[in-house]
């Protein structure tokens, strides 16, 4: 019972503050990215409870304009009241401009964030992915794991931003190049986990890579009977257990909902939602043909 109340996601909501910072310092961090660290009074109660938080930064962009983004705080002291930012310096933006020429001194305003919602470090697998703007949640989720738990990370990421990560938990991690590659990689790591695990049984279709070997699906009694008419009633055959299966895999962020910009987290379903659950054949001769059809014996 506690095990369950421990893996359910949390939401928590937070006073919406705006807070004057000023930049402490400024520190590279691959080739695409300024980690910057802000510095202020008014950080004394920023509370910051989970890597997919995302406060708004404020700025002005030098002809009187506040410009706003979203940010992930990556890493926060309370005691130094330090709050620090990675910035990916892509393209021609105002927010990666300002990140660009930002020297210490410069001031910002950081407001929020309004609420989090904290994800149990401790569900058995995680799959992360997104592009590199997603790199700072991921890299502080992955901190922020336990070592029993496994974790798969996929980022469309240039090379010079392919650092690598740090996490006592078991991390397998793929650097893409397109977002085809990305969705790819997502799919293939859900089925690596369902092979993997027993009584896990992916929902939705096996990707390319693993379609040819992919075990035949056991026909489910309730589709293979769907025309059955209702009543009828014979010997019990069983499903699958899948007391471990993720209840919402077809869905990228289940079951926790939205996780870090473009990143995804995989929780399974609560031990005893899942049990054994007996379906009830019709008898012969009340069954169409189609439901003749034995399932396949377990592979
Ligand atoms: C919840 C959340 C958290 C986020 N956390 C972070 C974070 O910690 N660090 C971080 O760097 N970003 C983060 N982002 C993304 C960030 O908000 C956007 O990248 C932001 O739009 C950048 O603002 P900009 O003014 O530089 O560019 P914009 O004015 O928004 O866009 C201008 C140009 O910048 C380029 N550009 C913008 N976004 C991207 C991109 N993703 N990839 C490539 N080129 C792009 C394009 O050339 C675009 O035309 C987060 C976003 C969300 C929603």
């Known amino acids: 019972m506690e095990q369950q109340s421990r893996k359910t996601v949390q939401r928590v909501r937070h006073e919406l503050r705006m807070r004057e910072v000023s930049v402490a310092s400024i520190a590279p961090v691959g080739e695409h990215f300024a980690s910057i660290t802000f510095q202020g009074e008014a950080l004394a109660d920023f509370v910051s409870l989970s890597f997919d938080d995302h406060v708004k930064f404020m700025f002005d962009d030098g002809a009187g304009n506040q410009v706003r983004r979203d940010y992930t705080p990556r890493r926060f002291n309370a005691q130094s009241r330090e709050l620090t930012i990675e910035f990916a310096l892509h393209g021609d933006g105002a927010a990666s401009d300002w990140a660009r020429h930002a020297q210490p001194g410069d001031r910002a305003i950081i407001g929020g964030p309004r609420g989090s919602m904290i994800i149990p470090p401790d569900v058995d697998w995680h799959l ?102 209702t009543g009828s009633r014979a010997s019990p055959i069983t499903t699958r257990t899948s007391s471990k299966r993720c209840s919402r895999r077809s869905a990228p962020l289940s079951p926790c909902g939205r996780a870090a910009p473009g990143a995804s987290a995989c929780a399974p379903r609560p031990s005893g939602s899942g049990a054994r659950r007996l379906r009830l054949p019709a008898p012969a001769s009340a069954r169409p043909a189609a439901c003749d059809a034995r399932p396949p014996p377990p592979s």
């Open 128 to 229: 992360l992915a997104g592009d590199s703007t997603a790199l700072p949640a991921m890299r502080r989720r992955l901190e922020e794991l336990p070592a029993q738990v496994r974790a798969t990370v996929v980022v469309l990421a240039g090379e010079g931003d392919r650092l690598p990560f740090t996490s006592a938990a078991q991390v397998d991690v793929h650097w893409v190049d397109s977002e085809d590659a990305c969705s790819n990689a997502c799919a293939h790591a859900r089925c690596q986990r369902a092979k993997a695990s027993p009584g896990v049984q992916a929902k939705r279709p096996p990707c390319a890579a693993c379609a040819p070997c992919w075990p035949k699906k056991r026909a489910s009694p309730r589709k293979r009977c769907a025309s059955r008419p």
